[in-house]
Nanobody, 118 residues
Framework: QVRLVESGGGLVQPGGSLRLSCAASVSAFSTRAMGWYRQAPGKERQLVAAIDSIGGTNYADSVKGRFTISKDNAKNTVYLQMNNLNPEDTAVYYC????????????WGQGTQVTVSS
């Protein structure tokens, strides 16, 4: 009964910007750590950015200073603002909702494609 729906991906030129959104139909959204991951063809899925239940954030070194994760608890939505994009950012981006408890389940969205190309 958990649904994560990403939007905002697309084609952008190097140096451009995109904002990804993840609308979460999930219980106790505000208590969950949320994250954005990405996976390029032939590569492992990797963490891009995460935000915890009290607003603390963590970023991959490759995106620090360029990407910003945020969330709106009233809208049950998490965002990823991506600036100064480069071709290495090309990947499918996935929204992730962490477990509420150590024995609980985590959830993934379907992914949204981001392509950075001139």
């Amino acid at each position: 009964q958990v649904r994560l729906v990403e939007s905002g991906g697309g084609l952008v030129q190097p140096g451009g910007s995109l904002r990804l959104s993840c609308a979460a139909s999930v219980s106790a959204f505000s208590t969950r750590a949320m994250g954005w991951y990405r996976q390029a063809p032939g590569k492992e899925r990797q963490l891009v950015a995460a935000i915890d239940s009290i607003g603390g954030t963590n970023y991959a070194d490759s995106v620090k200073g360029r990407f910003t994760i945020s969330k709106d608890n009233a809208k049950n939505t998490v965002y990823l603002q991506m600036n100064n994009l480069n071709p290495e950012d090309t990947a499918v981006y996935y929204c992730h909702a962490d477990k509420r408890f150590s024995f609980g389940a985590d959830y993934w969205g379907q992914g949204t494609q981001v392509t950075v190309s001139s």
